[in-house]
């Protein structure tokens, strides 16, 4: 494939040892042209990808829809890595946010606190190296209008990155179209609150998008994107190519929240009410 060619090219032409990681004198940190290896997925790959997204997602809905009020943010990421486990997944990170913790963390490590109310999950699940990373959000009863409110906008939010991502769309364009999109929603400033995501594979994220990105969109390649809004969050994995993007880790019998833009229809996961 071109981009693993001139990879090979960049590698061999230099002097000396090249590692992904700093590895001591005369040891050249390649980091970034081993990275751009990986970045257009083979075939096989994406087919492995896509059972990966599938058993993920099977497996955060089955256990969400488990959950019952009481237990610690602790006991819950302790069950959830335990059931991605039961299908050959490990989890690389597990956050749990649980009701007022939503509104003040936006990668919340679990704690003792107990949930009402609301609970949020979020795996990146890893299995033969590729990663699928996914957010699911719970309440106990109703969802109040508020989280409601929030949960549509970051959906359409993510509607907006979703059909920017495209062969050749460049990291910056990205940031400046969800900086945009958030400010439409009435949420301007919360892309400083925290990273949008981006490209992914054989790590959580291979680079994210911020202002000063030139990294591209290949086609094949795999992104994580996770805008979201104080209180609320929407995260899916998905392959970018020409015809658009497609997402991986869908779960059976959640609710979705479809956003139609520029001619496509987008779905974010919504809230689902226990």
């Known amino acids: 494939m071109p981009a693993r060619s001139s990879c090979a090219t960049l590698l061999e032409g230099g002097p000396g040892l090249g590692s992904d990681l700093p590895a001591g004198p005369g040891v050249r940190v390649v980091e970034g042209a081993v990275a751009r290896c990986r970045y257009r997925l083979t075939p096989p790959e994406l087919e492995r990808f896509r059972q990966l997204g599938r058993d993920a997602g099977e497996v955060v809905g089955a256990f969400a829809k488990s959950l019952e009020p009481g237990e610690t943010e602790l006991e819950v990421a302790r069950r959830l890595n335990d059931a991605l486990s039961s299908r050959g997944l490990h989890s ?129 390649q795999a992104f994580a994107w996770n805008p979201s809004i104080t209180g609320s969050k929407a995260e899916e994995t998905c392959v970018a190519s020409a015809d658009g993007v497609e997402i991986l880790t869908n779960t059976p019998g959640w609710p979705q929240i479809p956003v139609r833009f520029d001619g496509s229809e987008y779905h974010s996961p919504d809230v689902l009410e226990l």
């Open 92 to 220: 690389v990170v597990t956050l749990v946010a649980a009701d007022e913790r939503l509104s003040k963390f936006r990668h919340p490590v679990p704690t003792s606190r107990r949930w009402e109310r609301v609970l949020m999950l979020v795996t990146c699940a890893r299995r033969g190296g590729l990663i699928a990373s996914l957010t699911r959000i719970v309440c106990a009863g109703g969802a109040s209008d508020e989280l409601r409110r929030r949960t549509r906008s970051v959906a359409r939010v993510n509607a907006r990155l979703l059909a920017a991502t495209k062969p050749g769309a460049v990291g910056s364009e990205l940031f400046s179209t969800v900086a945009a999109a958030y400010a439409e929603e009435g949420f301007a400033g919360e892309e400083r609150l925290h990273h949008q995501g981006g490209a992914c594979g054989y790590r959580t994220r291979d680079w994210v998008a911020h202002p000063a990105s030139a990294e591209t969109v290949q086609p094949g």
